[in-house]
């Protein structure tokens, strides 16, 4: 399997920030960045549709935790250079769980990824965690999984507005991170 390398520039501000994630196996390190850059970019996008009129309290929330969850995905980079990939796979469980629960309460409809969402550290952290930190992430796939559907159906009754673009414009924003 090859890795897919990203070009570098050794003066950009955010070689430096994730610098930290040079030390993972290429294979992790180029998850993370994908995440990391699928995750900003479906920020961005929702982050325009509201600047261009879609404002509804959903969004806001939707984008609070999309920033919360770009937060925690870099802070694992000083991380990794003393834990290694411990520290990246926590780092994206913290932030597919606050995506996922987030995301859930604030468009429920978006419940369907968020769902799969909640099992992809366990999906990624085989290859690099020992049996007892997948035994955690499998609890956590499961009760996060089981929660994070149990909360889409009790909020879609509550939350589902008329106002259909509002969802259509966050799940327009955030699947195709999610399907990266």
């Known amino acids: 399997?090859?890795?897919?390398?990203?070009?570098?520039?050794?003066?950009?501000?955010?070689?430096?920030?994730?610098?930290?994630?040079?030390?993972?196996?290429?294979?992790?390190r180029w998850l993370m960045r994908i995440n990391l850059v699928a995750l900003t970019t479906a920020t961005l996008l929702l982050a325009a549709a509201y600047v261009?009129?879609?404002?509804?309290?959903?969004?806001?929330?939707d984008l609070g935790v999309m920033a919360v969850s770009i937060?925690?995905?870099?802070?694992?980079?000083?991380?990794?250079?003393?834990?290694g990939a411990p520290a990246a796979i926590v780092g994206l469980t913290m932030s597919a769980l606050i995506f996922a629960v987030g995301g859930t309460w604030a468009t429920p409809n978006l419940s369907p990824l968020t769902v799969l969402l909640t099992m992809v550290p366990l999906l990624v952290g085989f290859a690099y965690l020992g049996r007892r930190w997948i035994q955690v992430l499998s609890v956590v796939a499961v009760a996060g999984s089981a929660g994070v559907a149990a909360l889409g159906e009790w909020r879609r009754?509550?939350?589902?507005?008329?106002?259909?673009?509002?969802?259509?414009?966050v799940i327009a924003a955030s699947l195709p991170a999610g399907v990266a």
């Not at 897919?4 to 196996?25: K, M, T, Y």
Request: aromatic fraction near 10%.
């Open 1 to 28: 399997m090859s890795a897919v390398a990203f070009p570098v520039d050794e003066h950009h501000p955010v070689r430096g920030i994730l610098a930290g994630w040079d030390s993972l196996d290429p294979a992790l």
């Open 52 to 61: 261009l009129g879609f404002r509804h309290t959903s969004v806001e929330i």
């Open 157 to 169: 009754a509550e939350a589902v507005n008329e106002e259909w673009w509002v969802n259509a414009i």
């Open 71 to 83: 937060v925690l995905m870099l802070v694992t980079p000083p991380l990794c250079r003393r834990f």
